[in-house]
């Protein structure tokens, strides 16, 4: 996590999460199929930019930065938060052992992983091919909705977009559909 501040003046800052720290500034996410989630607190008018995906879901970026808002004096019914375009659930696919890794590091618990098997599902019947390559669907935008109720934001205080980056090859870039460098840019203003 960085300031905004940190990079001003065409600096660039490697983080995966940029909280102003001053007015009227603009932070800006790059992203393809990882989640831009942006957090404004409508009190104190700091906002927040994070680039959240698996591994940032893993590693509670988003508790992280809750925290943050906390010592700069946010309440938590003030923070607006918006989650934007990302993969959605029928296109993020991993294996057992990953989706197990995820919700040990993401939840803190074990789980049976015969209760999350995508065909096992009755939603998901038609997915064999899920069964021969024995690969499973997670939902990446509903664990950081999680999340961010378990940090105490108001489920009326949180938009998540529907849009599915690998789905809209004429809107958005996707990694994970053709492994293009190309991505896309999101950005908030204080």
Request: with cysteine; net charge positive.
């Amino acid at each position: 996590m960085a300031f905004g501040s940190h990079s001003q003046e065409g600096n660039k800052v490697e983080a995966d999460g940029l909280v102003g720290d001053k007015c009227n500034q603009n932070l800006w996410v790059y992203t393809a199929d990882c989640m831009p989630i942006f957090f404004a607190d409508k009190r104190t008018r700091n906002v927040a930019a994070l680039h959240c995906g698996r591994k940032g879901l893993e590693k509670k970026i988003i508790k992280n930065l809750v925290t943050i808002f906390d010592n700069l004096e946010s309440s938590r019914d003030d923070l607006l938060v918006a989650i934007g375009p990302a993969i959605s659930k029928k296109n993020y696919l991993v294996d057992k052992r990953t989706l197990k890794e995820f919700y040990r590091k993401a939840e803190n618990k074990k789980i049976t992983f015969n209760l999350i098997r995508a065909e096992k599902n009755p939603c998901f019947n038609d997915l064999n091919h899920l069964k021969e390559q024995n690969l499973n669907q997670l939902d990446l935008k509903r664990f950081a909705y999680r999340q961010l109720l378990n940090e105490n934001i108001p489920n009326t205080n949180i938009e998540i977009s529907n849009l599915c980056t690998y789905e809209l090859k004429n809107q958005f870039n996707s990694w994970r559909r053709n492994k293009t460098i190309s991505r896309q840019w999101s950005f908030i203003c204080s």
